[in-house]
C-alpha cells in the first residue's frame, strides 16, 4: 500500500509484496547455477560433450551471466522490500520500481538464451552427456515458467482505470471469477446491486490498498482484538428446549437418520438467487419442515453479495427491509412450492410449519418464516450460523417469538453487514498507517504469536442471572440496558451506502460463547448460551476462530456442550435442593454452570 506503479499504470501490488517471490526465484535458480559452475569445473578434465566453442559463447556463458544477474537483481528486490513500513515509510522503496525494469529485460535476455540453447541441444542431442542435457532442459522449462507466471500476475493485477470505469472492472472481475462468462438473464439489476457494493467498499478513491494490504491489516487487528477484554453483563439465558431444538436443527442427523422422514418436496438446484432445499414431515414434532442449504457454490457467494435492501410488506408484521438477496431466494421457494404446502397440511392437519438452514439458507429461512406468517401463524424459524444482515430492526423485534438465530462465540458471518465490513475497512487503514513493522514480518512473526495465544474472549465475571435453570418459556429479549456490556467501547461504523435501514438479525438471538483461554487450535471449548441483543454484533471482531465458529461442526457441539452443561447445573440445583442448601449456595452453583 499504495499500489506499485509501472509504465505509467498502478498494479494491485505493493513495492513490499515481492520479498517472498524474489526468494523463491532465488531458490530455484541458484542450484542451477551450482549445476552449471560445476559442469565447467568438470569439463575442463573430462569431455561432457556440446564443448563447442559455440556451445560456450553462444549459450553457456550467456546463460551464466543471465543467471548471475538475475540472483544479484532479486536480491536487491528482497533487501529493499523489507525496509519501510506499509504505509507511512515507503521511501526507502523507491529503487523497486527500477529494479522491476531491470527484471523485466532480463527475463527476455533469460528467453532469448535459452532458445539458442534449445536449439543446439537438438543439433547435438546425442553427442551431450545426460547432466548436461538435464541441466539444459530444467533451464528452458524453467525460464518459461517464469515468463508465464510473472505475465499471468501483471494481467490480473494491472489496474484498468482510463480504460475501463469501476463497474466495468468489478463486472468482469464477476464474470470472471464466478460466472466464467456466462450472461446473467434477467438478474441484470442484482449485479449492478453487487457491483455498486463492491465498488463502494474496495475502489473508494480515498484508499489505496492491495490485497497483501487486507491480509496484513487483519493480522494486526487480530492481534488488537485477541487482547481485548470483554465482560458479559448476562440478563437472561435460553431454556433448555429451545437449546435441544436448535441442536437438532443444527445438523441433518437428526431427521434423516433419527426420526425416518417422511420426505415430501426437494430441489436441489442451485443457482443465483435459488437455494436448494428440501420439505419433510417430522413425525415426532409434528411438524412440516422446510430445510434449507447454506453457502456452497459461487452462484451462493453472489447471492450472500447481494446485501442491499429491498422492501417487504407483510399483512401480519407491517412493511420493513430484508436482505435483497435472500429474499430473493426466498420468494423463488414460496413460487416453487406453489400449493404444495396446503396439500400437506391437509395429509398432516395437526402439524405446524418449521423453517430452518444455516448461514444463507438461515437468513433465508427467517425471510421465508415472515412472508408465510400470515399464511401459517404458528410457523417457526430456527437458524443457525444466522447471516449479520437480514432484515430491518422493525421487523427484527416483530419476530422475536418465532426466530431463533443462533450464533457461535466470534463467529464472521453473523456478524457481517455492509456497515460492520466498511467499517472493518477503515480499521484496516487505521491499523496499517500505525504499523511500523514491515509487511513480511506482520505475516509472519505477528501472525505466529497471535495463532498461538491463548486469550479468553469473554468474560462473564460480573454475570447476574434473572431466569432459572427450569424455565420452559422463551424468556423476553433484554432491553437495550440490560445487553452486553463491553470494558473497550468501539465507536459505531459510520454507512457510507445508501442504505435507508441497517439489516440486523431477527428474532431472538441465542449468543453461545466460550470463557475459556483458546487458540486456533484449540479442539475441546466449553460453551455457555445466554440472549443477546442484535446491536452487540454490529463490529465484526478479527479474531484466530472466526471462520471457524462458522462451521456447522462448531454449532453441533456448542449446542450439545450448552445443553450438557444445562443438565448438570439443573442436577446440581437439585442435589443442593436435596439437602437443603442455602439459597444464596443455589445461586452461586446456578452461575457456575453459565
Not at 441433518?252 to 420439505?279: C, D, I, K, W
Not at 457467494?301 to 435483497?324: Q, R
Request: proline share 4%; net charge neutral; hydrophobic share 40%.
Amino acid at each position: 500500500m499504495p499500489g506499485i506503479r509501472l509504465f505509467g499504470r498502478r498494479f494491485g501490488f505493493a513495492s513490499d509484496d515481492l520479498t517472498i517471490p524474489s526468494l523463491i526465484d532465488i531458490f530455484i535458480r541458484f542450484p542451477s547455477l551450482i549445476a552449471f559452475i560445476v559442469f565447467r569445473v568438470k569439463d575442463v578434465k573430462e569431455s561432457w560433450g556440446c564443448n563447442s566453442a559455440i556451445f560456450y559463447r553462444g549459450y553457456f556463458y550467456p546463460l551464466l551471466s543471465c543467471y548471475i544477474s538475475i540472483i544479484l537483481t532479486q536480491t536487491f528486490i528482497v533487501y529493499f522490500s523489507l525496509k519501510g513500513t506499509p504505509v507511512t515509510n515507503v521511501h526507502p522503496r523507491r529503487f523497486i520500481p527500477y529494479l522491476i525494469y531491470i527484471r523485466l529485460l532480463l527475463i527476455i535476455a533469460d528467453i532469448s538464451v535459452n532458445i539458442v540453447g534449445l536449439i543446439i541441444i537438438v543439433k547435438a542431442f546425442y553427442s551431450c552427456g545426460i547432466f548436461l542435457k538435464t541441466t539444459i532442459i530444467v533451464s528452458i522449462a524453467l525460464s518459461w515458467m517464469v515468463f508465464t507466471g510473472i505475465s499471468i500476475m501483471f494481467l490480473l493485477f494491472v489496474d484498468l482505470s482510463g480504460f475501463l470505469s469501476p463497474e466495468k472492472k468489478w463486472e468482469l472481475r464477476l464474470k470472471f471469477i464466478f460466472c466464467c462468462g456466462r450472461p446473467y438473464g434477467n438478474e441484470n439489476s442484482s449485479i449492478r446491486n453487487i457491483i455498486t457494493t463492491l465498488n463502494s467498499l474496495f475502489e473508494d478513491e480515498q484508499f489505496d490498498y492491495v490485497p497483501s494490504d487486507l491480509a496484513a491489516g487483519l493480522i494486526l487487528l487480530q492481534q488488537e482484538d485477541v487482547y481485548e477484554r470483554r465482560s458479559l453483563n448476562i440478563t437472561k439465558i435460553p431454556p433448555i428446549e429451545l437449546l435441544k431444538e436448535g441442536h437438532q436443527y443444527a445438523t441433518l442427523e437428526y431427521l434423516l437418520t433419527a426420526q425416518s422422514p417422511v420426505l415430501l418436496y426437494a430441489n436441489f438446484m442451485g443457482a443465483f438467487h435459488r437455494a436448494p432445499f428440501f420439505v419433510a414431515a417430522d413425525k415426532e414434532k409434528k411438524a412440516i419442515i422446510i430445510s434449507i442449504r447454506g453457502t456452497l457454490s459461487p452462484a451462493d457467494i453472489l447471492t450472500d453479495i447481494n446485501a442491499v435492501e429491498i422492501a417487504v410488506k407483510t399483512e401480519t408484521l407491517g412493511t420493513g427491509y430484508c436482505h435483497s438477496g435472500m429474499h430473493l431466494a426466498a420468494s423463488f421457494i414460496i413460487e416453487d412450492i406453489g400449493n404444495k404446502l396446503d396439500e400437506y397440511f391437509l395429509k398432516y392437519p395437526d402439524y405446524t410449519l418449521v423453517c430452518c438452514g444455516y448461514s444463507l439458507g438461515a437468513g433465508v429461512a427467517a425471510i421465508l418464516s415472515i412472508l408465510y406468517k400470515s399464511k401459517y401463524p404458528s410457523v417457526k424459524c430456527y437458524g443457525i450460523g444466522m447471516p449479520g444482515s437480514v432484515m430491518s430492526r422493525n421487523l427484527a423485534l416483530k419476530t422475536e417469538d418465532f426466530i431463533f438465530s443462533f450464533i457461535v462465540d466470534v463467529d464472521l458471518i453473523t456478524r457481517a453487514s455492509l456497515s460492520s465490513l466498511e467499517y472493518l475497512r477503515n480499521r484496516i487503514v487505521t491499523a496499517l498507517n500505525t504499523c511500523h513493522k514491515s509487511k513480511l514480518t506482520v505475516l509472519t512473526k505477528t501472525l505466529f504469536k497471535t495463532a498461538i495465544k491463548s486469550q479468553r474472549t469473554f468474560y462473564d465475571d460480573q454475570q447476574t442471572i434473572h431466569s432459572a435453570v427450569t424455565q420452559h418459556e422463551i424468556v423476553s429479549m433484554p432491553s437495550e440496558d440490560e445487553t452486553t456490556s463491553t470494558t473497550h467501547m468501539i465507536q459505531s461504523p459510520s454507512v457510507i451506502f445508501s442504505q435507508s435501514e441497517r439489516l440486523v438479525l431477527p428474532g431472538t438471538i441465542v449468543h453461545l460463547y466460550s470463557t475459556d483461554s483458546i487458540t486456533f487450535y484449540t479442539q475441546k471449548i466449553s460453551y455457555n448460551a445466554r440472549l443477546a441483543n442484535y446491536d452487540e454484533f454490529f463490529n465484526i471482531i478479527v479474531h484466530p476462530r472466526m471462520m471457524i465458529d462458522h462451521f456447522p461442526s462448531s454449532y453441533k457441539t456448542g449446542l450439545q456442550d450448552c445443553v450438557e452443561n444445562y443438565e448438570r447445573g439443573r442436577l446440581r440445583l437439585m442435589m443442593a435442593e436435596a439437602i437443603n442448601t442455602p439459597v444464596n449456595t443455589l445461586q452461586t452453583l446456578n452461575n457456575q454452570c453459565f
